[in-house]
């Protein structure tokens, strides 16, 4: 009589999906490239670039000689993979796993998300470290800061046995960039000291923000539908909540843009579809469509007001009006500024040295201060 359990065969409908997944996962890193490369000024824009296609080259081979390893072997402790058990992708071959879908399918669909993690952090390294040394941080980061927080939550360490659930990426992707970008602009130190010059913050191509905004959101559905393993109703609920929570936080920053700075702004638009398509991730599959909504207006209100934050601070206070010790305001005041000059200062007020993980807020904020000095009632 035999004993044998029954093995589990290879979905084709699960595994094609996981190969468009990852494919549209692969997408998103252009995406940011352009998306952070147009809220740049001219000078840096190649840089950007360069930085996240390098980010491709130098993950994608740290990944399949030891990174896999690190996060997913199955003989490794609660605080670390083992790093021998995968080594350059051994015993990853067509076995199946979750939902039917190659273990090969797996190992590359997880090392897009590996890839994509430091990249975000290209937004706070602008004109504040050269290639070399970035390329070298980021292949220390994905072990040293990557590796362990995948193994924790995703490969079955000491989160996963507590019950912590990250469906796709909320801790291991977004908050492991964005903690570690905070930390790496604060070693690094601010643009201006770097450069020995204030820095522009106004976006100097907003065709960029915006190719790079479609991308992203078009690689989102991959992201977060495919963090389900297969073609059904969890991935179904990930892909449509993802849409909903995007769409929620643009129409937001479009209208508060509105309100605040008379004009809507195509910048803010992008920038809030990214902080919408943000919240998704760590409960999108799990969460009702109509919880969507409320989560994405609370989360892009709240990031519209930090992004506020070093604007208001660096805002100079108002002179007081020169008067005379006898009575009222000599006559002989300074004119009024010109409106060059009240653009100009608005440029300053927005251009604080506070760093931020991403730029997109600061340069958001820039640029809308530019629009909303523009349209004066005085036009003709």
Request: aromatic share 12%.
């Amino acid at each position: 009589m035999s004993s044998d359990a029954p093995t589990l065969a290879i979905d084709s409908g699960h595994t094609a999906w996981m190969l468009v997944s990852m494919a549209l996962v692969q997408l998103m890193l252009p995406g940011l490239a352009f998306f952070y490369a147009g809220l740049l000024h001219r000078k840096s824009v190649v840089t950007m670039i360069m930085q996240n296609y390098g980010a491709m080259g130098v993950i994608t081979i740290v990944w399949f000689i030891v990174g896999y390893s690190l996060c997913f072997s199955a003989d490794s402790g609660q605080f670390f993979g083992n790093p021998a058990t995968h080594f350059f992708f051994r015993g990853v071959d067509g076995t199946p796993v979750i939902s039917g879908i190659p273990t090969l399918v797996f190992a590359g669909y997880q090392g897009m998300f590996a890839v994509i993690t430091p990249a975000l952090m290209t937004g706070a390294f602008a004109d504040r470290i050269r290639f070399a040394p970035y390329l070298v941080f980021i292949a220390l980061w994905i072990i040293l800061v990557y590796a362990p927080f995948c193994h924790w939550v995703w490969g079955g360490g000491w989160m996963a046995r507590w019950g912590v659930w990250d469906f796709a990426g909320g801790i291991v992707v977004h908050t492991t960039a964005g903690f570690s970008a905070l930390a790496a602009v604060h070693c690094l130190g601010s643009r201006m000291k770097i450069a020995k010059q204030k820095p522009t913050n106004e976006p100097h191509n907003i065709p960029f923000v915006a190719l790079g905004t479609a991308l992203l959101w078009f690689g989102w559905f991959g992201f977060n539908g495919g963090s389900h393993y297969a073609s059904g109703a969890g991935g179904a609920f990930a892909a449509v909540n993802s849409e909903i929570a995007a769409s929620t936080a643009l129409f937001v920053w479009m209208i508060i843009d509105w309100i605040k700075m008379k004009k809507p702004s195509l910048v803010g638009v992008c920038v809030g579809a990214i902080a919408g398509n943000k919240t998704a991730p760590p409960a999108c599959a799990v969460s009702q469509a109509v919880m969507c909504a409320p989560l994405s207006l609370i989360t892009s209100h709240l990031s519209l007001s930090l992004a506020l934050l070093p604007a208001q601070a660096s805002r100079p206070s108002r002179p007081a009006r020169a008067t005379s010790a006898r009575g009222p305001p000599s006559s002989s005041a300074s004119p009024a500024p010109s409106s060059a000059t009240s653009r100009a200062s608005s440029r300053t007020a927005c251009s604080g040295t506070t760093p931020s993980t991403s730029g997109a807020c600061t340069a958001w904020a820039a640029s809308s201060a530019r629009s909303s000095s523009a349209s004066s009632p005085i036009r003709t």
